[in-house]
């Protein structure tokens, strides 16, 4: 389920997403960090439970080279989600960082601590090149 306000943004995360299959593809595309957003939505009384997470998961990003550009938290429309973003120099970057935290054994530990229970309604999350007339490249 989305926000109301989100449904151009969904139509167009969607667009990219289709137009680039592969993360051998991406390092063609313009600009030069590759941008990965994430959207979770929380399932009821879950979302104190995703925001521990983060919590403890945005130093480890950091630890495992990410360039966090940070969670936020809409405060208006739907509230049960939580957004964040993390830069990375490539795709080859990114999967490197991504298994590098995966495997962290102090990620692991802290993540443990959280139970296996589901948490979230739906996850989403997709991978952005900035365009040519960005300020963010």
């Given amino acids: 389920r989305w926000p109301y306000y989100s449904r151009s943004l969904q139509f167009n995360f969607r667009r990219i997403a289709n137009l680039v299959k592969n993360t051998a593809n991406l390092d063609k595309i313009g600009g030069t960090m590759l941008y990965e957003y994430r959207l979770y939505t929380a399932l009821p009384g ?80 997709t991978l952005l090149k900035s365009t040519p007339y960005s300020p963010a490249k």
């Fill in 46 to 125: 879950k979302m104190g439970l995703i925001s521990e997470i983060l919590k403890e998961a945005v130093p480890m990003f950091e630890k495992a080279g990410m360039k966090v550009l940070g969670p936020w938290k809409p405060i208006v429309g739907e509230t049960s989600t939580v957004v964040y973003m993390l830069g990375f120099e490539n795709a080859a970057d990114r999967e490197h960082k991504w298994s590098k935290f995966k495997n962290d054994p102090e990620w692991k530990e802290k993540r443990a601590k959280f139970g296996t229970e589901p948490i979230t309604s739906s996850e989403f999350n």
